[in-house]
């Protein structure tokens, strides 16, 4: 394929999407790979560019709430209250699946995952197709998420026709994944949007799916979001340095920070202990640190609390050893 074109041009990127090619685009949480829903050939080129196992499902996003009922066949009125509090955003909705969304889309599930983005570019590019389209991260499968378009250009060049630069992605973590069962929201991915902003716009019952390390569900395979870079991930990063002195090591620091001479690049999260800042923050800093030939990665565990939860899940994964 001929070189990949990085641009802020809507309308190119439209005329690609409808030639059934598939782009990176921006959305708030990271970037995706996105192919129309209808064209078998993007699909498939979706899992085969990004080596996904045919058996994880994709992702739908819609330009407005009105579209959910083209692709599902049933939305609980819990769902509507979701989309109404929290689209656009990074909440993906797990709904009974319309029959005229591909069974490649869903892996041949009965449910279907819908998803309004919240990024100006990427309404404005599902605007202009009036159409959904399918989108994983746009991330080899297992790799650190795009958070930039040169992180897309990186993993893809030569792979794609096209990525549509929408800047760095402001929220910067997956969005959280809901499903519906009866009166209780089932949350399947941790990520920006949290249970207690789920709960303070319904009356139901959040329950969190866990899975255990043998159990791989989509959504929540052990290893993900990794490094090529061992990453090791404690409350107490200062007795990890101490542990592994002698090696090449690279912080990433949140709150807490200390210098020794084993630490050969250090990146703060946010300057303003704000989690939120942290996680628009994490995976541009993972990238950088992942180029610098180190030995290993440390990160320090976040608070257990709001976007703390989703941080600290994102980065068990990516230091999960086999
Ligand atoms: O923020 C996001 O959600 C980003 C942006 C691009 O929208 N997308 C994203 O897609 O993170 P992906 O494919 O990397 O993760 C989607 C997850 C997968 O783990 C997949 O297994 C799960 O959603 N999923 C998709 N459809 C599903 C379904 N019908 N049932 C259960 N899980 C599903
Ligand atoms: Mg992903």
Same mark, same amino acid.
């Given at each position: ?42 699909? =498939?080129? %979706? ?5 996904? &196992? +045919?058996? @994880? $499902? ?8 009105? #579209? ?58 599902? =605007?202009? %197709? ?5 989108? &994983? +991260?746009? @991330? $080899? ?8 378009? #040169? ?172």
């Amino acid at each position: 394929m001929r070189k990949t074109t990085v641009t802020t041009d809507i309308s190119e990127a439209a005329t690609q999407l409808l030639e059934g090619g598939i782009i990176g685009f921006p959305t708030e949480t990271v970037y995706g790979l996105a192919g129309i829903i209808d064209s078998e050939t993007a699909i =498939s080129t %979706i899992f085969r560019v990004k080596g996904r &196992p +045919s058996d @994880n $499902p994709l992702i739908v996003h819609i330009a407005h709430p009105s #579209q959910l009922d083209d692709v599902a066949a049933e939305v609980p009125e819990l769902a509507w209250q979701l989309s109404s509090a929290l689209w656009p955003g990074p909440l993906t909705m797990l709904l009974k699946k319309r029959s005229s969304i591909p069974d490649a889309i869903t892996a041949g599930r009965e449910t279907v995952a819908v998803r309004m983005p919240a990024h100006p570019a990427a309404l404005a590019l599902l =605007s202009a %197709i009036g159409q959904p389209v399918a989108a &994983p +991260s746009a @991330n $080899p499968f297992g790799c650190i998420s795009p958070s930039q378009a #040169q992180h897309v250009l990186k993993y893809f060049d030569g792979k794609i026709p096209l990525i549509l630069d929408g800047g760095p992605c402001q929220v910067g973590i997956e969005s959280t994944i809901v499903g519906f069962d009866g009166p209780n929201i089932i949350i399947y991915r941790h990520g920006s949007v949290t249970a207690a902003q789920i709960a303070a716009v319904t009356d139901a019952r959040c329950i969190y799916k866990q899975s255990g390390p043998k159990v791989v569900a989509p959504g929540m395979f052990p290893r993900h979001y990794a490094p090529v870079t061992p990453l090791l991930f404690s409350n107490n990063i200062q007795e990890l340095a101490q542990l592994h002195s002698g090696k090449k090591i690279g912080l990433l620091h949140y709150g807490e920070h200390f210098s020794s001479n084993d630490i050969v690049a250090s990146y703060s999260l946010s300057s303003s202990d704000s989690m939120e800042e942290a996680a628009a923050n994490l995976y541009s800093a993972l990238h950088k640190l992942d180029n610098y030939g180190l030995d290993l990665i440390l990160v320090k565990e976040f608070p257990m609390e709001g976007i703390g939860i989703a941080l600290n899940d994102k980065l068990k994964r990516a230091s999960y050893q086999q």
